[in-house]
């Protein structure tokens, strides 16, 4: 069958069509479809993420809808993606848009592992860890972490919308900034633990919480890629960067 993706985080439910058409800010193609394979296919395509500190989806001027983390204690737990039914673990995506308030040394957009503060990551794991790079790296847990680093600081993300992507599969590791291929890591093992407590979103394990917003996140079984069509850089949408093409 088609690749499912999890649609585990939709800021912009809820709100009226005229505005999703006019922030578009996490409404890229891929939302589009696992929207619609969630709709389609609701206990297997959705898993609604549970919220908890003061998370909150909120609908600003100038920043659109997006869920709210305050970076102490707000985060969205997912459970887990990959059983119920069980998923292949050798190459997945996850892609979100996020728009971050502050750069702390350690903050984490979105791992996999035990409870939040259980301190055990051991999936995927998108964000920084200062023991590894300064930078935004998408890691993978293979009895050590398996690093691909963006190369670029999360300083350069505060206060605008950016899409981020990590993938592993075929190819090795990738990370990807607004539709760009920024890292590598040939490293094709997959996710270890198929039996992990559950994807956290805006933080992990370690309690390690984002600060800012989180636009859409959606979680794919198959390694994507994004070509130049699917972003057009050539204009800036208010604050948007990178905004998707309508289709």
Not at 46 to 67: K, Q
Not at 152 to 165: K, N, T
Request: proline residues 4%.
């Amino acid at each position: 069958g088609p690749h499912l993706g999890h649609l585990v985080l939709d800021a912009l439910q809820g709100f009226d069509l005229a505005l999703e058409d006019q922030v578009l800010a996490a409404h890229d193609l891929d939302l589009r479809l696992a929207r619609d394979l969630a709709v389609a296919d609701d206990a297997a395509g959705h898993h609604p993420g549970e919220l908890f500190g003061d998370a909150s989806f909120v609908s600003e001027e100038n920043t659109g809808p997006g869920l709210k983390l305050d970076g102490s204690g707000d985060y969205v737990r997912v459970g887990n993606v990959h059983q119920n039914p069980k998923r292949d673990l050798s190459q997945g995506s996850i892609e979100m848009w996020i728009r971050l308030e502050s750069a702390p040394k350690d903050f984490v957009l979105a791992a996999s592992g035990r409870e939040y503060g259980g301190s055990w990551d051991d999936g995927f794991y998108l964000g920084t860890h200062s023991s590894y790079s300064k930078n935004l790296v998408f890691m993978i847990w293979a009895g050590g972490w398996k690093v691909a680093d963006s190369g670029i600081a999360p300083e350069d993300l505060i206060g605008e919308w950016r899409h981020v992507m990590g993938t592993w599969g075929p190819r090795g590791m990738e990370i990807w900034v607004n539709g760009s291929l920024k890292g590598t890591n040939p490293h094709t093992g997959g996710l270890t633990n198929p039996n992990y407590a559950t994807v956290l979103l805006g933080t992990d394990s370690w309690r390690s919480d984002t600060h800012g917003l989180i636009g859409s996140v959606v979680i794919w079984d198959d390694q994507r890629s994004l070509s130049d069509g699917d972003f057009d850089r050539s204009e800036e949408v208010g604050l948007v960067e990178g905004r998707p093409k309508c289709a």
